[in-house]
């Protein structure tokens, strides 16, 4: 018999299972955001394309359901069904791409459907409601030295929203994407019927669920992969490098995604930020977290570094202006300049509780997933495509690229070749980027991503022509072509 705890109602939002040494600390310090609240009626007119655009303008729904329980979800879908009219299930809105808005129509929240059910700790899984907080039931199984492989660098992404991009992290080169660590999920489809389904039982309908955007239905429950790990103690050592010149980082870079050796998490960044008098700052660094022997040494040191970094984020957007932009700036020197010593929760949520991504200039993601063997070029060119942009329109300020690797099955689609990358452009947005400006830059990445057999990332900004979208989707892979239909 499997060992299994019923956990159930213990995971409202910031309410973990009892303190745990080192964790109510780091838990209290967690980013929230300066700009907004998640929690406010104001919040459900936008997503996050906001933060690169503060004045646009809100798209409200005209209803909102608020489901606790599968039944609630099955109750909503009929109901919706029965009115003729389309849901939009919302998580908590961290997507980019106009995906969680129905102006004028029936959004879903999947805020109160947020409890961890079961650990099974024979078997390692964990069953979760799809609107759970990947950071609060990474929380609650670190508890009992469990961990989620993969989590999101950010305390407030779901379960359910990850389950429907992919869900990407530093240690995506050992475990792949969060897709392919759900075992199980339960489903409750367009007509309000529940289903199970894993890749043994109705594998279709899980494939297709899974990077799916919420096309399926609503994910009601899911049943994770979850590993024995102690993110909070263990201290890992960061081999890092750091790069002058932008050819040498890529070279580099791609060797170490290629070759991680034992590396636990793993990451790069390349930064190109215009300063005053014309000048540009250029610097790129990579860091690889290796295992390394405990120490009282080592463990002192990750604190300390890590307790200015997170003092840093933790001001960020309090001060007055001025200060706040210095500040912001020794952030950014942080994540340019990490520590050596860290635990496996500070790589982690390293950006994030350094960098809060509302404060400072208007800022966006791009996000290219391409096979590493494209990566040098496909770096290449997408970085010189934005600077071409910030050039031709001046549209963008600080022009950044995040690389990560990724070793996963699902975005293979059922290939052999499962060696990826992921290529972050985040770059700050100026006054002079209309809509115009950016379906151009949406479409020229798009175009290249194609020409490089490479996928978009959905979440952020992509085209919205259907023809471009079948390819760069990962997800459609496991879709009927259309005409193939029956
Ligand atoms: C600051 C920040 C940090 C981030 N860090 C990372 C990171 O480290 N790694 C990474 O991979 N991504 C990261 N992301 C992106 C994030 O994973 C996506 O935005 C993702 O969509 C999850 O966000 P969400 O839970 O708010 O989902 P939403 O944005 O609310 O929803 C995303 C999609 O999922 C669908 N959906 C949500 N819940 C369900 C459900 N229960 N059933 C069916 N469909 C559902 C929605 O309809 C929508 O199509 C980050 C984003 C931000 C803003």
Wanted: hydrophobic content about 35%; aromatic content about 8%; overall charge neutral.
């Amino acid at each position: 018999m499997p060992i299994t705890s019923r956990v159930g109602r213990v995971l409202e939002k910031g309410a973990p299972e009892g303190p745990r040494k080192g964790l109510a600390g780091w838990k209290r310090s967690i980013n929230s955001h300066e700009a907004f609240t998640h929690d406010s009626i104001d919040s459900l007119g936008y997503d996050w394309e906001r933060i690169s655009n503060p004045k646009i303008e809100p798209r409200f729904p005209f209803k909102v359901y608020l489901p606790q329980t599968t039944e609630d979800v099955i109750r909503v879908v009929k109901e919706v069904k029965q009115l003729g009219e389309k849901l939009t299930i919302r998580a908590n809105g961290h997507s980019s791409n106009g995906l969680v808005l129905n102006e004028g129509g029936a959004v879903m929240l999947t805020e109160k459907l947020g409890d961890l059910i079961e650990i099974d700790e024979e078997n390692l899984t964990a069953t979760v409601q799809g609107g759970a907080v990947s950071a609060t039931i990474d929380d609650a199984l670190a508890q009992k030295n469990l961990g989620l492989p993969v989590i999101g660098d950010h305390n407030h992404v779901t379960v359910g929203g990850f389950a429907s991009v992919g869900g990407i992290s530093p240690a995506s080169h050992r475990f792949g994407l969060f897709v392919d660590n759900v075992v199980e999920l339960e489903l409750v489809n367009w007509d309000g019927e529940l289903t199970k389904c894993s890749r043994q039982e109705n594998s279709e309908l899980f494939h297709k669920v899974l990077g799916g955007l919420g096309r399926e239905g609503v994910i009601a429950t899911l049943k994770l992969r979850i590993i024995r790990v102690d993110k909070y103690s263990t201290v890992l050592k960061n081999h890092q490098k750091h790069y002058r010149k932008v050819n040498d980082f890529i070279k580099a870079s791609g060797n170490r995604l290629r070759q991680p050796g034992d590396a636990q998490y793993e990451r790069g960044v390349w930064i190109n930020l215009p300063m005053k008098g014309g000048r540009l700052l250029t610097l790129g660094q990579f860091s690889a977290y290796h295992p390394t022997s405990q120490s009282p040494y080592k463990a002192r040191r990750d604190k300390m570094a890590y307790n200015v970094l997170h003092s840093l984020g933790y001001v960020a957007g309090k001060l007055p202006d001025k200060l706040d932009r210095a500040v912001k700036t020794a952030g950014q020197l942080g994540v340019i300049f990490s520590p050596k010593w860290a635990t496996g929760k500070n790589v982690e949520f390293f950006a994030d509780k350094v960098l809060d991504a509302t404060v400072g200039e208007p800022a966006r993601m791009f996000i290219i997933l391409a096979p590493l063997d494209e990566y040098d070029e496909l770096f290449h060119k997408g970085y010189q495509m934005m600077l071409d942009f910030r050039e031709r329109y001046g549209c963008f300020s600080l022009v950044s690229v995040y690389v990560k690797s990724i070793r996963s099955a699902f975005l293979a689609g059922g290939g052999t070749k499962n060696q990826y990358s992921e290529m972050m452009f985040f770059n700050g947005i100026t006054d002079k980027m209309t809509p115009e400006i950016l379906e151009e830059v949406a479409v020229a990445l798009d175009d290249l991503t194609i020409e490089h057999g490479a996928f978009r990332y959905m979440h952020t900004r992509t085209s919205k022509d259907p023809q471009r979208l079948r390819k760069i989707d990962p997800n459609s892979q496991y879709q009927t072509p259309a005409g193939d239909q029956g």
